[in-house]
């Protein structure tokens, strides 16, 4: 029925790209040679100046070294030092994957080499100056098993500009290569193997600690936020102990995540691989070519078993979020949030897409997969908080319960410890409505660049925008252009609802939330 996880990414990206319209990375910039030249800890670095809008770009800056040979499945190495002035006007390679769409960005259509010299980050910056500017570091989606701080939907700039901050986009090591649980296998040296590409975050995070002053950014003011793979991170890191001093807030957007794989399931998944590779040690495993480790494990883009975080008893002590947060994550302030129809991306495969869909068709759809709760009772609560839906439109938002759930979730758990402002974002840009993904290019401020955009978009990317630059400038999202966003609790339920008329609402689609109480979602 589905369509499979490469096809997706590529329908994301396309959705993404609509939205996005021409990258400011396109725009005339001065010769290379000319590009604004920074100092960082390791060396000096030259960059781009762009003419619209007017910031500073930094491509491809490497934050660590090859994981490639006996640095795979380790602790990432902060990058060495160098002398004379490193070209930074490139992105910068991609971790090993499947398919292409990591691959692709605003450079043109030519594929970024991957490699495991995929420590690499980028800076939009308004000025390299000293300048103590709000940080806002992104973290990719596409799950944990591909893509890429480079890609179009991504581009910083018009959102650096307008908020007056420094945007960061960044790579990571990824699916096998990020995540293989080998403490088992390979003892002490391997510990954190299943979390390896977890600690690239944080090292890309003690980089801009200990640079971005230098970029016209203070180290003591960042935001990490990420959308889908991007917000599992982020929900992710706000479980790691070690990285709590290195960032103030978080933003998650369709993609919180509560708990990591257990170690038992990893170790497994570990041995699937390395007994499929005909290997019995880490070392032999290490010494493997990249294509073969990769193919080995992946089926048309995505990567089988589903690699991700894993809850070690080490590196990451505790799940993050059940049955509470983890201590890690107390006093930090948190926006999460998703669109109303996320599955309507992944809905574009169904064999009914634009055909007839009936009563019938949509019970048929939902008894194999939803048990507990069953489809009369879904339907009843769907029902009743989308009164005028069609039969497709309920499948969709069934569908789209993984997402809402575990936001709720989340929210309800991280409210108790710090502050929290939930949001549902309801505008429809495309045919496709809100579905997944939607949000991105009104967070950065790139969804009107499009002249075809659609009635209503500046008004959703202003109270959108701004509430983000707001959040990652005081840990308040509130602003002059959108009504008093309340924090969350467990009583108001307040969230905020980003649509043509941005508005609050107390427990939205609570008959929704009612059903799936005390059960898991469903993908």
């Not at 978080?250 to 993609?255: F, Y």
């Amino acid at each position: 029925m589905m369509r499979n996880a490469w096809q997706l990414s590529v329908a994301a990206t396309v959705v993404a790209f609509v939205l996005t319209g021409a990258s400011p990375q396109s725009q005339t910039s001065r010769a290379a040679a000319e590009g604004p030249v920074v100092a960082t800890k390791a060396g000096r670095v030259r960059g781009i100046a762009l003419a619209t809008p007017k910031v500073l770009l930094f491509k491809g800056m490497h934050y660590g070294q090859s994981t490639a040979g006996r640095g795979r499945f380790m602790p990432p190495q902060p990058v060495a030092s160098w002398d004379g002035v490193k070209d930074a006007t490139r992105f910068g390679d991609v971790c090993p994957q499947g398919g292409d769409t990591g691959r692709r960005s605003s450079e043109g259509t030519a594929l970024l080499p991957h490699s495991e010299d995929c420590l690499v980050l980028n800076v939009w910056t308004p000025d390299a100056d000293a300048r103590r500017r709000p940080v806002m570091v992104w973290f990719h989606g596409r799950g944990f098993y591909a893509g890429a701080g480079s890609e179009r939907l991504y581009d910083g700039a018009r959102l650096a500009a307008r908020g007056d901050l420094v945007v960061v986009t960044v790579n990571h090591r990824l699916n096998v290569f990020g995540y293989l649980h080998l403490a088992d296998v390979g003892g002490a040296p391997f510990k954190t193997s299943g979390n390896a590409g977890v600690q690239d975050m944080q090292l890309a995070l003690e980089w801009v600690r200990d640079n971005i002053g230098a970029f016209g950014g203070d180290a003591g003011n960042v935001t990490i936020f990420g959308e889908s793979g991007g917000g599992a991170k982020v929900s992710t890191l706000l479980g790691v102990r070690s990285v709590k001093q290195l960032f103030k807030r978080g933003i998650i957007e369709s993609g919180a995540r509560l708990a990591g794989t257990p170690a038992a399931v990893a170790t497994r998944n570990a041995r699937t691989v390395m007994a499929k590779l005909n290997v019995t040690t880490v070392e032999q495993l290490q010494a493997l070519p990249v294509d073969t480790v990769l193919a080995a494990v992946t089926t048309t883009g995505r990567t089988t078993p589903d690699f991700g975080p894993v809850t070690d008893g080490n590196y990451l002590p505790s799940d993050m979020f059940t049955p509470v947060a983890a201590a890690s994550a107390h006093g930090i302030p948190i926006i999460v949030g998703t669109n109303r129809e996320e599955h309507a991306l992944y809905a574009r495969d169904h064999p009914a897409f634009g055909k007839p869909f009936s009563e019938a068709d949509l019970r048929k759809d939902l008894s194999a997969d939803f048990k507990d709760p069953g489809v009369d009772a879904l339907l009843a609560a769907y029902r009743q908080s989308r009164p005028n839906a069609t039969p497709w439109d309920l499948m969709v938002a069934i569908r789209s319960n993984r997402f809402h759930v575990s936001a709720i979730r989340l929210a309800e758990a991280q409210s108790k410890v710090a502050p929290v402002y939930h949001y549902s974002f309801d505008f429809a840009p495309t045919a496709l409505g809100a579905a997944h993904g939607a949000e991105i290019g009104f967070v950065f401020s790139n969804a009107t660049a499009n002249p075809a955009a659609k009635p209503g978009a500046r008004a959703v990317e202003d109270a959108m925008s701004e509430a983000w630059i707001a959040f990652a400038r005081t840990g308040n999202p509130n602003h002059p252009g959108m009504p008093v966003w309340p924090a969350y609790d467990a009583d108001a339920r307040a969230v905020m609802v980003f649509n043509t008329t941005t508005a609050v609402v107390n427990d939205p689609r609570a008959s929704e939330r009612h059903v799936w109480e005390g059960k898991a979602p469903v993908r």
